[in-house]
């Protein structure tokens, strides 16, 4: 089991940035893949970001593509989320998510991942 902590969640303008953190521990970082889920109100969990552990290789939906870009640092055991101009949006709950390395990466199913923290909430304003 992996322990998930995020930070770095808040208030946004449409067109700003903000950077979201998630710190991990409980398994070697480096064997995880990790992701981030979006719960939005009045709709279903998506996974809209994906990385491979080593960092290689990153999925995005197609709804956060250029918007939203996915990092690590395995060093740290962190994993980051980077909004660059955000569309106004209300309050999103953003999770970070980890599983054991699989032979590929996706974000067609938020519950390809074992573990997700309680996240953080990012309200992008206009």
């Known amino acids: 089991q992996v322990q998930l902590v995020e930070s770095g969640g808040g208030l946004v303008q449409a067109g700003g940035t903000l950077r979201l953190s998630c710190a991990a521990s409980?398994?070697?970082?480096?064997?995880?893949?990790m992701g981030w889920l979006r719960q939005r109100t009045g709709k279903e969990r998506e996974c809209v970001v994906g990385?491979?552990?080593?960092?290689?290789?990153?999925v995005y939906a197609d709804s956060v593509k250029g918007r939203l870009t996915i990092y690590r640092d395995n060093a740290k055991n962190t994993v980051y989320l980077q909004m660059n101009s955000p569309t106004p949006e209300g309050p999103a709950v953003y999770c970070c998510?980890?599983?054991?390395?699989?032979?590929?990466?996706?974000?067609?199913?938020?519950?390809?991942?074992?573990?997700w923290g309680q996240g953080t909430q990012v309200t992008v304003s206009s």
């Open positions: 998510a980890a599983r054991r390395v699989k032979s590929y990466i996706t974000t067609q199913n938020w519950d390809e991942y074992d573990d």
């Open positions: 409980g398994r070697t970082f480096s064997s995880t893949d």
């Open positions: 990385i491979k552990w080593s960092g290689s290789h990153k």
